[in-house]
């Protein structure tokens, strides 16, 4: 078991992000397979911190800023349930949980779409 993060550049990240949110499948395909090489049996979601096996589902991605670098961004592994949830009711945990490990952590809302290269 363990937490599923990857770190990616940033502009890779803005890229696939803005790509995947105008609709390009590629991109979304390349998202949605960021754990695709997850060695264990099971994950612990990133915001709730539940157990969920890999059968049952491959840890869903989420990206947001690196609190630490400027040039990266984390990938982060959601389970089903919290990935369902409202987009702004998922940044809000992923945020508390950021918050919680860099005190001094701000995001921007920025829309995929608009996002620069």
């Known amino acids: 078991m363990g937490i599923p993060i990857l770190t990616l550049k940033a502009t890779d990240a803005r890229l696939f992000a803005r790509d995947a949110a105008n609709g390009d499948a590629?991109?979304?395909?390349?998202?949605?397979?960021?754990?695709?090489?997850?060695?264990?049996?099971?994950?612990?979601?990133?915001?709730?911190?539940k157990d969920q096996s890999i059968e049952q589902a491959m840890p869903a991605t989420y990206l947001v800023p690196d609190p630490v670098h400027d040039s990266q961004y984390l990938a982060v592994g959601l389970c089903l349930e919290c990935y369902?949830?409202?987009?702004?009711y998922r940044l809000a945990k992923v945020r508390r949980v950021l918050?919680?490990?860099?005190?001094?952590?701000?995001v921007n809302l920025i829309a995929a779409k608009r996002l620069p290269p």
């Open 26 to 49: 590629e991109a979304r395909r390349e998202l949605s397979e960021a754990f695709a090489n997850w060695d264990r049996d099971s994950f612990e979601c990133f915001c709730c911190g």
């Open 84 to 88: 369902a949830l409202p987009q702004l």
């Open 99 to 106: 918050k919680a490990l860099y005190p001094r952590y701000r």
